[in-house]
């Protein structure tokens, strides 16, 4: 990391603290959000056995992979950018 300083507007200064919190907002309900699709997941694959679906979509995925664990709950993973 490089040490300096900067001198940005008060303006330019907000919208990034507003960028900030949308960001880590956006971040909680992506979060909220796949773990509802887990749940609802490893319900089907209770009923259907997935596994041939779900490996086609981790061949084709680039940002996230599902992942069936040994007691059948599937999670999901996110591939770090």
């Known amino acids: 990391m490089v040490?300096?300083?900067?001198s940005i507007s008060i303006e330019d200064f907000q919208a990034l603290l507003d960028s900030s919190i949308s960001a880590a907002a956006i971040k909680n309900s992506t979060n909220k959000a796949s773990k509802e699709i887990q749940v609802f997941l490893s319900f089907i694959h209770n009923q259907l056995d997935l596994t041939e679906h779900i490996e086609s979509f981790n061949r084709q995925s680039s940002r996230s992979k599902i992942v069936i664990e040994d007691d059948n709950r599937?999670?999901?993973q996110f591939n770090e950018e």
Do not use: C, E, Q
């Open 74 to 76: 599937i999670k999901i």
């Open 3 to 6: 040490k300096g300083t900067v």
